[in-house]
Structure formats: structure tokens, C-alpha cells
């Protein structure tokens, strides 16, 4: 089963859409907040939020057709 991770941080109201669109979509994922991370806050800064799983990356902006295909293929 693939393990995905939305890459956030608080008070981001993108991060709170992607994380809507994935449970929307029933998708099970952790998150994890890039600010507790010094190599993921350099990676992602700009860029959040981001879905992954493992190394392929989903960046924002995404919508649920956009996601729900990307999922297929990872």
C-alpha cells in the first residue's frame, strides 16, 4: 500500500484545502509540518503544500481531478 504525505505547515489555508481535497478522495496520508524540519523548510518553503509519495511529488496548485490522476500513477 502506498504511504502518502502532505507536506504543510499551520495556518496555511492552501495545505487546508489539499488536505480537504484528500479526505474528500478518502485518501489516507500523514502530515507533516515542514517547519519542524530545517532540510524540509529549505526543500518546501515555497512550494506547500506538497503531496508525496515516496519520491514523486505532487506540488500545489492540484485539484481533485488533477490529484485523483496523479494517484493512479504513482
Avoid at 47 to 66: M, Q, R, T
Wanted: hydrophobic letters at 45%.
Amino acid at each position: 500500500m502506498t504511504q502518502y504525505t502532505l507536506y504543510s505547515t499551520w495556518g496555511c489555508h492552501l495545505c487546508e484545502q489539499a488536505e480537504a481535497l484528500l479526505t474528500d478522495a478518502g485518501v489516507n496520508f500523514q502530515v507533516v509540518d515542514i517547519i519542524d524540519d530545517e532540510k524540509l523548510l529549505q526543500q518546501f518553503r515555497v512550494h506547500i503544500p506538497v503531496l508525496a509519495a515516496g519520491n514523486e511529488l505532487l506540488y500545489w496548485p492540484f485539484d481533485a481531478d488533477s490529484m485523483a490522476s496523479w494517484l493512479k500513477n504513482v
